[in-house]
């Protein structure tokens, strides 16, 4: 494909990003995060249009989820908006689907625009990290997903570019890799609407002691211990030899 359709593909690419953007940024307040009567009307506006058509509300949710993460956005966010919306269960299934397909779009277009440069730019840089995944990049990157790496999604999106990892191993790699870390966050976002729907007011010491909450977020400190763990003793430990 030539340079010229490669520009408008990354024009488009931007204007979508600055009007996402926008829209979101228009439309929220950050004030309205201390405020319960914005989550509790927003909830039953939810409930409503669960209870009406929840398939569309998951396919909705599923679009913006896909265009979210290809436009460089945060899951944590949406994973817990996710929990919120339509509890733990059904919402780590379908953020775990959405971030994987959006992910996997980034890549494709990452690998597409950006491929020789990244590869002239690291792999001399990380050439110990590229043998390593080399031998097998699936359970590696897998590994990686979990443990997060130490980096923001959008950059683990797009690292892959640099292993030729095929679209397929990535894919699958991802789905699996990223299930633990999901199901915490839609749990505590399940837990804090839950907290929400019996309380009138958002007490912050009361919140942090329900069960709901408490438990997930001991949960994911273990997993980000774990993770480091992981991290230290067998990707450093590896690519040291």
């Known amino acids: 494909m030539n340079l010229k359709l490669k520009l408008l593909i990354g024009i488009v690419y ?33 409930n409503n249009l669960k209870s009406e058509s929840i398939f569309l509300l998951l396919i909705l949710f ?29 919402g780590t299934l379908i953020s775990v689907l959405s971030f994987s397909i959006g992910a996997t779009l980034l890549y494709f ?3 597409f625009f950006f491929r020789d440069f990244l590869k002239k730019k690291f792999s001399k840089k990380i050439e110990k990290f590229v043998n390593l995944f080399n031998k097998n990049d699936f359970l590696y990157f897998m590994l990686f997903r979990f443990t997060g790496g130490g980096m923001p999604f959008a950059v683990q999106n797009v690292l892959p ?22 199901f915490i966050i839609n749990s505590l976002g399940a837990g804090v609407g839950n907290f929400i729907n019996k309380n009138d007011s958002i007490v912050w010491r009361e919140l942090i002691k ?7 977020i001991i949960v994911f400190i273990a997993v980000l211990i774990l993770a480091s763990f992981i991290n230290k003793f067998f990707f450093n430990n590896t690519l040291s030899k």
């Open 14 to 46: 931007f204007i979508c990003f600055s009007a996402l953007m926008f829209v979101i940024f228009s439309n929220f307040d950050l004030k309205d995060l201390s405020d319960v009567n914005f989550f509790k009307n927003n909830q039953q506006l939810l």
């Open 109 to 111: 277009m990452a690998n």
């Open 161 to 182: 570019v640099i292993f030729d990892m095929k679209i397929k191993k990535y894919f699958f790699s991802t789905l699996l890799g990223i299930i633990p870390g999901i």
């Open 210 to 216: 329900d069960p709901e909450i408490y438990i997930p």
């Open 62 to 90: 599923s679009i913006f989820s896909i265009i979210w993460i290809l436009l460089l956005g945060f899951g944590t966010p949406l994973a817990l908006l996710a929990g919120f919306i339509f509890d733990k269960w059904v």
